[in-house]
T-cell receptor, first 117, second 110 residues
Framework: GAVVSQHPSWVICKSGTSVKIECRSLDFQATTMFWYRQFPKQSLMLMATSNEGSKATYEQGVEKDKFLINHASLTLSTLTVTSAHPEDSSFYIC?????????????FGPGTRLTVL | AQRVTQPEKLLSVFKGAPVELKCNYSYSGSPELFWYVQYSRQRLQLLLRHISRESIKGFTADLNKGETSFHLKKPFAQEEDSAMYYCALWGTDSWGKLQFGAGTQVVVTP
């Protein structure tokens, strides 16, 4: 089956530092990947759509300079939280879109827990 | 604007009892509807999608365009069904972007 990995699974950083989260599709290529944010006991909120070879598209209210996305290859997208602050602490989840002849399906990574002190 | 509503945050049922998770949506076009499940300490995974019209793990869901609903049903709940369930919508004008409902926690007790 299609597997998506994320690294790291958790990270603790100091306020003001930047943190990079990787999302990889392990056994398939993904032109499109998605980044979500999930607060405790809440649903997933789409942050941005990551497109291989082009700029990411951000949802309304998401600061693109704050959350830098790079989709450099068909199997890797990265999310960098720049100058992190405590309010950025959250669970970040990525998904990769697998295109088949019949339909598309998103496969989700296990998530990355970010804690900003 | 598209919206997905799951009115129940928590659903507690006994093993062997029927379970129904409600999902209503608002969308002006013809959306694709999905149910995702997240078991404890596991990643989110697709349970079923309306276009495939499948029964997965005994669960079924029918898209009712008149009532704009996509309720998830299972006639006999099992303990392993305990999980978080999310209804999601994929609009034809927002390709690939999933709009998730708030989720319903299902607890099946023996």
């Amino acid at each position: 089956g299609a597997v998506v990995s994320q690294h790291p699974s958790w990270v603790i950083c100091k306020s003001g530092t930047s943190v990079k989260i990787e999302c990889r599709s392990l056994d398939f290529q993904a032109t499109t990947m998605f980044w979500y944010r999930q607060f405790p006991k809440q649903s997933l909120m789409l942050m941005a759509t990551s497109n291989e070879g082009s700029k990411a598209t951000y949802e309304q209210g998401v600061e693109k300079d704050k959350f830098l996305i790079n989709h450099a290859s068909l199997t890797l997208s990265t999310l960098t939280v720049t100058s992190a602050h405590p309010e950025d602490s959250s669970f970040y989840i990525c998904s990769a879109d697998l295109e088949t002849v019949i339909y598309n399906e998103q496969f989700f990574g296990p998530g990355t827990r970010l804690t900003v002190l | 604007a598209q919206r997905v509503t799951q009115p129940e945050k928590l659903l507690s049922v006994f093993k062997g009892a029927p379970v129904e998770l409600k999902c209503n949506y608002s969308y002006s076009g013809s959306p694709e509807l999905f149910w995702y499940v997240q078991y404890s300490r596991q990643r989110l995974q697709l349970l079923l999608r309306h276009i495939s019209r499948e029964s997965i793990k005994g669960f079924t869901a029918d898209l009712n365009k008149g009532e704009t609903s996509f309720h998830l049903k299972k006639p006999f709940a099992q303990e392993e069904d305990s999980a978080m369930y999310y209804c999601a919508l994929w609009g034809t004008d927002s390709w690939g972007k999933l709009q998730f409902g708030a989720g319903t926690q299902v607890v099946v007790t023996p």
